[in-house]
């Protein structure tokens, strides 16, 4: 059998430790806190992240746990419909549900460790790795210890998120001037939120609290909150109401981050003389922006297609045609959606030009003549 570690135990590593042949691979798991509540928020899954989930057992409960979706949608600050792009077959699940699903899924022949991983060669070795899987997102260990010049970099956007109870009817995303918000139903009746925008701008004030968001990391639950609060009544009163009625505790104010791109996911790390096969899948291979809401979908396909490849070597054969495999099946795909994911980032935030973008998006989406572009469009998340 071939011994397979996965550092990290997010989407990427249990999708993976559950898609893998417990008769041909010994399979180890180590993530520092598995014990972690994971943030709220919502993810879509597309068709072939549920393909994804299907492989690794875990559709049933995905969809069990989550609300079916159609469609995009993108307005403008009046409620004009920009854009609407279809996503037939997805659903949209929470990040708790998603990895409660995977965990489930996980064989009870899996080895699943708590440990803080610094120096991944060492844990190679005392796991005796014959394949060892950087599933540790975007600031991976594996990756740096293996690739020295690929830290992660800065994007320049903050992204405040959080769910709300205040119910809003599906999912639409808002553009506004140089920040978008999004606005999503939830399969238990909430609403999850974000308003995203650039670091390096002033944010809206709100009761005297006007600050830089380059100093986000200092606010602290209340002050998160009342910049999001005032960030989103540009959007209007429903953003506003459904943003004002989130536990300021729950507010998440993170910065993007994205992984430069790799000519390789797959190399050799080397332990006392050897070489050590090691391969990266998820965030650690393809940290992307969130504009396209395909990072988590990404990463469970990332794990398929690592597990069919090692499911199908032999008992004692060699790894390395399986990982090249995978490397050509999923590493020019996932850029494309790098990039991708970074062009609507830049679009959807532009400082000028915001009324020939959204004429320019109107004429490609082609809206339907039943389509009313002057009143709120029905949205469904994707």
Same mark, same amino acid.
């Given at each position: 059998?071939?011994?397979?570690?996965?550092?990290?135990?997010?989407?990427?590593?249990?999708?993976? +430790?559950?898609?893998?042949?417990?008769?041909?691979?010994?399979? %180890?798991?180590?993530?520092?806190?598995?014990?972690?509540?994971?943030?709220? %928020?919502?993810?879509? #899954?597309?068709?072939?992240? #549920?393909? &994804?989930?299907?492989? =690794?057992?875990? +559709?049933d409960a995905v969809r069990h746990h989550g609300l079916p979706v159609d469609n995009l949608t993108v307005q403008d600050v009046d409620r004009r419909l920009i854009a609407r792009t279809p996503a037939p077959e997805g659903v949209l699940v929470s990040r708790p549900d998603l990895l409660a699903?995977?965990?489930? &899924?996980?064989? !009870?022949?899996?080895?699943?460790?708590?440990?803080?991983?610094?120096?991944?060669?060492?844990?190679?070795?005392?796991?005796?790795?014959?394949?060892?899987?950087? =599933?540790?997102?975007?600031?991976?260990?594996?990756?740096?210890?293996?690739?020295?010049?690929?830290?992660?970099?800065?994007?320049? @956007? /903050?992204?405040?998120?959080?769910?709300?109870?205040?119910?809003?009817?599906? #999912?639409?995303?808002?553009?506004?001037?140089?920040?978008?918000?999004?606005?999503?139903?939830? +399969?238990? !009746?909430?609403?999850?939120?974000?308003?995203?925008?650039?670091?390096?701008?002033?944010?809206?004030?709100?009761?005297? /609290?006007?600050?830089?968001?380059?100093?986000?990391?200092?606010?602290?639950?209340?002050? =998160?909150?009342?910049?999001?609060?005032?960030?989103?009544?540009?959007?209007?009163?429903?953003?506003? &109401?459904?943003?004002?009625?989130?536990?300021?505790?729950?507010?998440?104010?993170?910065?993007?981050?994205?992984?430069?791109?790799?000519?390789?996911?797959?190399?050799?790390?080397?332990?006392?003389? /050897?070489?050590?096969?090691?391969?990266?899948?998820?965030? +650690?291979?393809?940290? #992307?922006?969130?504009?396209?809401?395909?990072?988590?979908?990404?990463?469970?396909?990332?794990? $398929?297609?690592?597990?069919?490849?090692?499911?199908?070597?032999?008992?004692?054969?060699?790894?390395?045609?399986?990982?090249?495999? @995978?490397?050509?099946?999923?590493?020019? $795909? $996932?850029?494309?959606?790098?990039?991708?994911?970074?062009?609507?980032?830049?679009?959807? %935030?532009?400082?000028?030009?915001?009324?020939?973008?959204?004429? &320019?998006?109107?004429?490609?989406?082609?809206?339907?003549?039943?389509?009313?572009?002057?009143?709120?469009?029905?949205?469904?998340?994707?």
């Amino acid at each position: 059998m071939h011994r397979v570690t996965i550092v990290g135990g997010g989407i990427a590593g249990l999708a993976l +430790a559950a898609t893998l042949d417990p008769q041909r691979c010994e399979v %180890t798991v180590v993530e520092a806190r598995p014990d972690r509540p994971p943030a709220g %928020t919502t993810l879509g #899954m597309w068709p072939a992240a #549920m393909g &994804a989930l299907e492989t =690794a057992g875990a +559709a049933d409960a995905v969809r069990h746990h989550g609300l079916p979706v159609d469609n995009l949608t993108v307005q403008d600050v009046d409620r004009r419909l920009i854009a609407r792009t279809p996503a037939p077959e997805g659903v949209l699940v929470s990040r708790p549900d998603l990895l409660a699903a995977l965990r489930s &899924a996980v064989p !009870g022949s899996v080895t699943q460790l708590t440990r803080t991983v610094t120096d991944p060669a060492t844990l190679a070795h005392e796991t005796r790795a014959d394949l060892l899987v950087g =599933a540790d997102g975007v600031h991976s260990v594996v990756r740096r210890a293996v690739w020295p010049e690929t830290g992660a970099r800065r994007v320049g @956007y /903050l992204a405040l998120r959080g769910i709300s109870p205040e119910p809003v009817a599906g #999912m639409t995303e808002l553009w506004h001037e140089s920040r978008i918000c999004g606005l999503s139903a939830t +399969a238990d !009746g909430q609403t999850n939120w974000y308003v995203c925008g650039r670091l390096s701008e002033p944010w809206p004030t709100h009761e005297g /609290l006007g600050r830089s968001a380059e100093t986000f990391a200092t606010w602290d639950d209340a002050q =998160a909150h009342a910049v999001a609060v005032a960030a989103a009544r540009r959007f209007g009163p429903e953003a506003g &109401a459904v943003i004002s009625a989130t536990n300021p505790a729950g507010v998440l104010r993170q910065e993007i981050w994205v992984v430069p791109r790799l000519r390789s996911w797959r190399g050799d790390l080397s332990l006392r003389g /050897l070489e050590v096969p090691s391969v990266l899948v998820g965030d +650690a291979a393809h940290a #992307m922006c969130p504009n396209l809401g395909r990072g988590a979908c990404e990463s469970l396909v990332d794990a $398929a297609a690592l597990g069919r490849e090692l499911n199908a070597v032999p008992v004692g054969g060699s790894l390395d045609e399986a990982l090249d495999s @995978y490397q050509r099946r999923r590493r020019s $795909a $996932a850029r494309r959606v790098q990039v991708a994911s970074r062009v609507v980032l830049s679009l959807s %935030t532009l400082r000028r030009g915001q009324g020939l973008r959204n004429a &320019a998006l109107r004429a490609v989406s082609r809206p339907s003549p039943t389509d009313d572009t002057s009143q709120p469009a029905t949205p469904v998340s994707p």
